[in-house]
Structure formats: structure tokens, C-alpha cells
């Protein structure tokens, strides 16, 4: 059974930073993908960042570019999310994600989003 566990999240003000974690167990880092995407309530979904675990490519939403890092630990199997100078509109429930295939459907909602993901961590960023 897959199961992935976020954590991290919380209370920051605007230009402050958080780092996510998430843990994954029952899913190999060495097949498909894992990242990241947030909801946030009467909005769209939106893809934040993800890792190809073949070679390791790294992919990014537009608006979290040059902000966001997104980092893998294999020995914990652990996916990392540094995020810098938040902004309000980064507010929302995180996902951490995991497919099977590649980052297509961890970034988007291509036939019904990913295989995996786990219950989300609230980011609020305060103006």
C-alpha cells in the first residue's frame, strides 16, 4: 500500500519561507515521478513541481518559479518542497503527489491526476 504523508505546512508571513516533507512508503524512487501540487477552494488545482525519478529532471509551475525548490532524500524517502518568499496567493492545501508514469498527471489533471497522494498540508501566508 502506498501511503504519502505531508507535513510542514503552517502560518507564515508574506517573504517568509516553510520547507514541506513528505514521506512516501510503498513507492520506489526509482520508478515515475513525485511532486507537488495545491488546492485551494472554487480554484483549479495547480501543479507546483515535480521530480522524474529516472534522471532526476526537475519541473515547475510558472508561478512558483525561482522560488520553490523541490528536493529528494532516497535513503528516507522523503520528497522536500523549500519554499521562498511566500506570497498570499501561494496560500492553499498542498498535495504531495506521487504517479507511477511520469509528472504529466502530478502537474495537471490528465486522467484524474495522479496514482497516489496523500491528505495535504495547509500553507497560509499572511499580507
Known amino acids: 500500500e502506498v501511503q504519502l504523508v505531508e507535513s510542514g505546512g503552517g502560518l507564515v508571513q508574506t517573504g517568509g519561507s516553510l520547507r514541506l516533507s513528505c514521506a512516501a512508503s510503498?513507492?520506489?524512487?526509482?520508478?515515475?515521478?513525485i511532486g507537488w501540487f495545491r488546492q485551494v477552494p472554487g480554484k483549479e488545482r495547480e501543479g507546483i513541481s515535480c521530480?522524474?525519478?529516472?534522471?532526476?529532471?526537475?519541473s515547475y509551475g510558472d508561478p512558483v518559479k525561482g522560488r520553490f525548490t523541490i528536493s529528494r532524500d532516497n535513503a528516507k524517502n522523503t520528497v522536500y518542497l523549500q519554499m521562498n518568499n511566500l506570497k498570499p496567493e501561494d496560500t492553499g492545501l498542498y498535495y504531495c503527489?506521487?504517479?507511477?508514469?511520469?509528472?504529466?498527471?502530478?502537474?495537471?489533471?490528465?486522467?484524474?491526476?495522479?496514482?497516489?497522494r496523500g491528505k495535504g498540508t495547509l500553507v497560509t501566508v499572511s499580507s
Open positions: 503527489a506521487a504517479d507511477t508514469e511520469s509528472c504529466l498527471r502530478i502537474l495537471t489533471n490528465t486522467f484524474g491526476g495522479a496514482d497516489y
Open positions: 510503498g513507492f520506489s524512487f526509482d520508478e515515475g515521478a
Open positions: 521530480i522524474r525519478n529516472y534522471d532526476g529532471r526537475r
